[in-house]
C-alpha cells in the first residue's frame, strides 16, 4: 500500500460538510481484496481493539487495504479524544487506486493519525508488535498543543453555537468571527474592543491600585521597591502580615501572601523580581480569595479560590498525596485541562516550610497542607463556583474596577470573607484586575455548576440577531462565471456596498486589483473574507480549489451555477465524466443557507438537477420559458428569469419586472446569446439577495465589458476596417457559445487565432479546431507560453488534426508565441473583416492587441 498524496479539505467538500484529510491510496495484489490476505483483519483487531467494522462503501465492491486505513485513521482520532465520525473511501477509475477521506478536528492531528494508521497496517501485514498507548499518547498530545486552549475554545463555541462564521487566524488563540467588515477578533480573552491601555494599567498593579482607590474601590495599602532592603522597610510599616508580588506579572507567577518575617519577605522578593524588576508590598487582606469576571457591563461569573492543598491520612507522605491529587484525570500541564497540576518547587516547599513540614512528611488524617500560598488554578488551585451569591453591590465595585481599568473582558480578584455582604461591611478589598483572564475556573469550576461566559463575552461583542455576515455570492460553472461575477459585483456596489471579488483574473476589493492571476480558488476568497474594507463578497468558485481545498465559507447567500460543459478539465483529478464535474461544482448549491438562493440554468439537465440539493429556494433562468423545468416552477408560483423577445422577465412569487435588451449593453441589443445567459443570471442573483429593482436596472445599463473592466470577456477593437474580438474562451462549450454569438455579426471574411490548454484531454483540444474550422476562413493556429504537462509541438498537432475535413478554413498557419501569432493574423486583414483571438496571457496580450490598434 502507498499513499501517494495527502490534501487538508478545510471547507466544505466534494465528500461532506466536515472538514477532513483526503488520501490517494494505491493497493496491489491481495491489498485490493482484503480476503486474499488471510489472517490480517484479526492480526489488525489485535493490535487495535477499538478498530471499528471493515465495509466497502458499495454493496459490489470489496474490503480494500485502503478501507482499513480509512476505519484506522478515524478510529484512532476518536479512541484519542477526537470529536470525528465521518470517513469513506471511494475507488477512482484506475485499477487498486483509491480515495480516502476521514474527518479531522484539527489538521495536524488528522495528518499524524493517517501516518500512525499507515504504520498500524504495515505491523498487521507483517505481523509485527505495534505500541497502541503510545500512538493514542502521540495523538492525543498533538491535539493538546495545537487545539484551542480552553478560554478561547469557549468563545469560539458561543459563536459557532450562533451561527458566527470563526477563522483561525494563526496556530495559537487568534481568531476572527465574521467575514469582512462585520469581522471581529479575539486572542484568548482579549477581544478587539479592550484597550492596550487599560491592558498596560492592569500590568501595572500599583498603578492599577491608585486608579481603583480613585474610584473609591477598597484597597490594600502598600507601594512598589526595587531591593529587598526596600521591602522589609515597607513590610514594617505596614506592620502586619503583607503580600509580595511583582508589579506587572500575571498567573500568579512570583505572588507570597501572609507572610511577616524578615526572612520569608527576603525570599519572597528574590521570587518576585524574576519577574518583574518593581515589587509591590502591600497589606495582606484576610480572607477568602474570589475572582470576578466582568464582560462589558455586568458580572457574569464569580468563583472562590483554593490554594493547592492536599488533606493528610495519616498513612502517605506530602509528595504521595500530591501525586495522587495529580493523577485526577481533569488535572494536564498548562491550560488545556480544567485543572492544572500540582507542581513542586522551591515556592511549594517553602510553603510547606511554613507549616513546619517537609515533602516527605506524612501529615494526620483531615491535615489540610498548603502546596502554595496563591489561589491560581495556572499553579494547581481548585475552584468553587459562587456566582448567585454575589451580593449587588459587591458585583457594581467588580464592573466599576473593570470601567476604571478601561477592560471589556476583566478578571477582578477579591480578597473578603464572604461575597454575601459588600466590602465595605466586612474589610475586604480588590487585589488585581486582570487583563485576559483564565476561564477554566467558570466553565469548568471544581465544585458547582460552569457559567457560558463565552456567550456572554459573544454577547458583547454581536448585538443580538447579529452574525458577523456580510452577503456572499458563490459563481460555479464551465463558462460565464467571470462575467457574472462582474456584473453582479457591480450592482452590488452600486447598491452602496464596498464589493470584494475574486475570479480567474485576480482579486479585487471596491474595484481595485490587490492580487492578480486565476484567483479563483478557496485562498483568494479567504482574503476577501478577511478584508476589514468589504461589505459584500462575489466569489467564482473554481473546481480545482473544491477539489483541493473546499470552501473557504461554511455557506453562501446565492449560489450561482451557469452551465455544465464537457470540455472543462475531465480527466483531472479523477473528474472523468461529466457527472463528476457535476458533483463538484454542486457543492456551492449544497451549502446555501437556508434563507439564501441558488440559481441553475435551467436548460442545462446537469445544472438544473441540482436543485434538490439546496436547502434554500430556487430561481431558474434560460431563454426558453416554455422550457419544461422553467415552466413547472413558474406554475409553482416560484422565481424564472428568461427572455422574452427583445427583453429579460424575472417573474415569480406575485411579481414580475421587464427589461429591455436594449438596455444591457453587453448583451448587443440581445445579439450575443451567451451575454443574455450571463445578465439572466445576474439579475436573479441581485434579486436573491434582495437589491432595489432600480439599482438591477441601472448595473445591466452601466455595466461596460471592456479591456479594463472585464478583461478577456468578449472585448472588442477596430483595427484598420476590422473588428477585433478577444476572448479567453478556451473548452468546446465556450466556443460554441463564441461561435454563435459571432455568426450574428456580419463580416467579409473572418479570420481565428487559436492555442490549446495541454492539461485537457485529446479530444477536447480536437473538438476546438473541428468547430471553428467550419466557420473562419483563416486560422492561425499557436503554441502558447505553457505546454501544462504536453511535449513540445504535441498541443499544435491536435488543433491540426480538428481541422481535418473543415468546410470552411482554406488557410491554416502554424506560429510559435503567442504575440506573434496575433501581429500574424492582424497583418492578414482587411477592411470589413472578423478576428476572433482566443488569448492565452490574458492581460500580456490585451496589451500587446491594444498597443497594435493604437499604432494603427
Known sequence: MQVTRIRALRGPNLWSRHTAIEAVVKCTGNEIDLQ???????????????????????????????????????????????????????????????????????????????????????????????????ALNRLRDKDEDVRLGPSTGAIVQAAAARGIPYRRLTEGSLVQFGWGSKQRRIQAAETDLTSAIGESIAQDKELTKKLLHAAGVPVPNGCSVTDAESAWKVAESIGGPVVVKPRDGNQGKGITVNIRTREEVLAAFAAAVEISDDVIIERFLPGQDFRFLVVGRQLVAAARREPPLVIGDGEHTVRQLVEQVNRDPRRGEGHATSLTKIRFDDIALAALAQQNLTADSVPAKG???????????????????????????????????????????????????????????????????????????????????????????IANMFAPGEDGRIPVVAVAGTNGKTTTVRLTSHMLTLSGKRVGMTNSDGVYIQGNRIDTGDCSGPKSARSVLMHPDVDAAVLETARGGVLREGLAFDRCDVAIVTNIGIGDHLGLNYITTVEDLTVVKRVIVQNVAPHGMAVLNAADPMTAGMADACLGGVTFFANDRNHPVMATHRAQGRRVVYRDGDSIVAAGEGTEHRIPLADIPITRNGIIGFQVENAMAAVAAAWGLNLDWDIIRQGLATFVNDAKTAPGRFNTFDYKGATLIADYGHNPDAIIALVSAIDNMPAKRRVVVISGAGDRRDEDIRQQTEILGDVFDIVVLYQDQCQRGREDG?????????????????????IRGEFVA????????????????????????????????SEA
Request: with cysteine.
Open 36 to 134: 486474499g490476505l488471510p489472517g490480517f483483519e484479526a492480526r489488525l483487531r489485535a493490535l487495535f481493539p477499538e478498530l471499528g467494522v471493515l465495509k466497502p462503501t458499495g454493496h459490489d465492491e470489496t474490503v480494500s487495504m485502503a478501507h482499513a486505513l480509512e476505519t484506522a485513521a478515524l478510529g484512532l482520532q476518536a479512541s484519542a479524544g477526537c470529536p470525528v465520525t465521518f470517513s469513506r473511501t471511494t475507488q477512482t477509475v484506475e485499477a487498486g487506486v483509491f480515495q480516502v477521506v476521514v474527518e479531522y478536528s484539527e489538521e495536524d492531528v488528522g495528518r499524524l493519525a493517517f501516518e500512525i494508521a499507515e504504520s498500524l497496517c504495515q505491523a498487521a501485514i507483517e505481523d509485527q508488535p505495534f505500541d497502541l498507548a503510545d
Open 367 to 457: 491535615t489540610r497542607v498548603i502546596l502554595r500560598n496563591n489561589a491560581n488554578l495556572s499553579t494547581g488551585g481548585t475552584a468553587t463556583d459562587v456566582t448567585d451569591d454575589v451580593h449587588p453591590e459587591l458585583a457594581a465595585r467588580a464592573v466599576a474596577a473593570a470601567q476604571m481599568i478601561g477592560l471589556d473582558i476583566c478578571g477582578i480578584d477579591v480578597v473578603c470573607d464572604t461575597v454575601l455582604k459588600p466590602l465595605e461591611e466586612q474589610g475586604g478589598g480588590i487585589v488585581e484586575a486582570n487583563a485576559a483572564p483564565g476561564l477554566r475556573m467558570h466553565l469548568q469550576p471544581s465544585y458547582g455548576k460552569g457559567r457560558p461566559v463565552g456567550e456572554a463575552i
Open 794 to 814: 504535441e498541443v499544435l498537432k491536435l488543433l491540426r488534426e480538428g481541422l481535418h475535413g473543415a468546410k470552411r478554413a482554406s488557410k491554416i498557419d502554424e
Open 822 to 853: 496575433i501581429d500574424n493574423a492582424l497583418a492578414q486583414l482587411e477592411d470589413g473583416d472578423l478576428c476572433l483571438i482566443l488569448i492565452d496571457q490574458i492581460d500580456e496580450a490585451l496589451a500587446h492587441i491594444a498597443k497594435r490598434v
